[in-house]
């Protein structure tokens, strides 16, 4: 099993929301490597921009990988809610 990203590129623009993520963060919540939605540092990005190396290192202990995948899926897809009622707002804006 791997955790399947769709690279909609949402949890690489909110890095501000967390402090493990300010040295990849360019200052406005966007990692310094996106590039439209994908990674230019793919093969060599950080582990914690890994999700499954990430589950190995540090939440093997606290969650099964499903539960851990769950809250992943989870997150990324708050985030593509919030961005839609962003761009919803705007659009009312006009």
Do not use: W
């Not at 990005?45 to 606290?62: M, N």
């Not at 899926?73 to 708050?78: I, L, N, Q």
């Amino acid at each position: 099993m791997m955790f399947k990203c769709d690279m909609c590129g949402q949890c690489c623009r909110h890095l501000d929301r967390s402090e493990i993520y300010k040295e990849i963060d360019r200052g406005d919540g966007t990692c310094r490597y996106l590039t439209g939605n994908k990674c230019s540092i793919y093969e060599k990005r950080p582990v914690i921009c890994r999700v499954d190396e990430s589950y190995e290192l540090f939440f093997k202990k606290l969650y099964s990988k499903e539960q851990y995948y769950r809250l992943n899926y989870e997150a990324c897809k708050k985030l593509k809610e919030e961005e839609q009622l962003c761009h919803y707002h705007l659009l009312l804006e006009d």
